[in-house]
């Protein structure tokens, strides 16, 4: 299958400092690509979508200003996290997906190693 | 998109056949059968999918029911690395149409 790689896997910040995370898709051109976030014990939440060039839909309750998100080519998304608080440590999963079958619900998503974000 | 029901948790014999069912008695003509699974502190791992024919490929065989209601993902001789939480998911057709994670099944492979 494809291969989504994440970067970093794991971060340690302080309260109030902001954090980015890259999410690349190696070996395919990524049109849509995803965030997750996961809290221990729980299942993956889908925090937003991002086609290449546009802005990101965001999933109702996530915040926008907070969490921004970057998807400035077919390979590469990113997501910062901007002040992060004890709160905000958890999980973080990106996706990619591609866009060249006719029925996108053909179209696999891939998804990353994760980050692992803990803000103390 | 419509919701899938899996049992919280099942055992398996290492080498022995794993069997994990799932049911989506509102699935629409158009939405497709997805399997992923999550080993601890990784990313989800695709598996199979399909629409309402059976589908094999390396990692496992998807067995879809007629009425497409229910379906069971079979790993033919489970090992000890297919220890994983297992998802089930119903995706629509459309482009838009994303991958929501409900609770999932917990197999645990023994020796």
């Known amino acids: 299958g494809a291969v989504v790689s994440q970067h970093p896997s794991r971060v340690i910040c302080k309260s109030g400092t902001s954090v980015k995370i890259e999410c690349r898709s190696l070996?395919?051109?990524?049109?849509?690509m995803f965030w997750y976030r996961q809290f221990p014990k729980q299942s993956l939440m889908l925090m937003a979508t991002s086609n290449e060039g546009s802005k990101a839909t965001y999933e109702q309750g996530v915040e926008k200003d907070k969490f921004l998100i970057n998807h400035a080519s077919l390979t590469l998304s990113t997501l910062t996290v901007t002040s992060a608080h004890p709160e905000d440590s958890s999980f973080y999963i990106c996706s990619a997906r591609a866009g060249t079958r006719r029925e996108l619900a053909q179209e696999t998503q891939y998804f990353g190693p994760g980050t692992r974000l803990l803000v103390l | 998109d419509a919701k899938t029901t899996q049992p919280p948790s099942m055992d398996c014999a290492e080498g022995r056949a794993a069997n994990l069912p799932c049911n989506h008695s509102t699935i629409s003509g158009n939405e497709y059968v997805y399997w992923y699974r999550q080993i601890h502190s990784q990313g989800p791992q695709y598996i199979i999918h399909?629409?309402?024919n059976n589908e094999t490929n390396e990692m496992a065989s998807l067995i879809i029911t007629e009425d497409r209601k229910s379906s069971t993902l079979i790993l033919p001789h489970a090992t000890l690395r297919d220890t994983a939480v297992y998802y089930c998911i119903v995706r629509g057709m459309s482009g838009y149409s994303t991958l929501t994670f409900g609770k999932g099944t917990m197999l645990l492979v023994s020796p």
């Open positions: 070996d395919f051109q990524a049109t849509t």
């Open positions: 399909g629409l309402k």
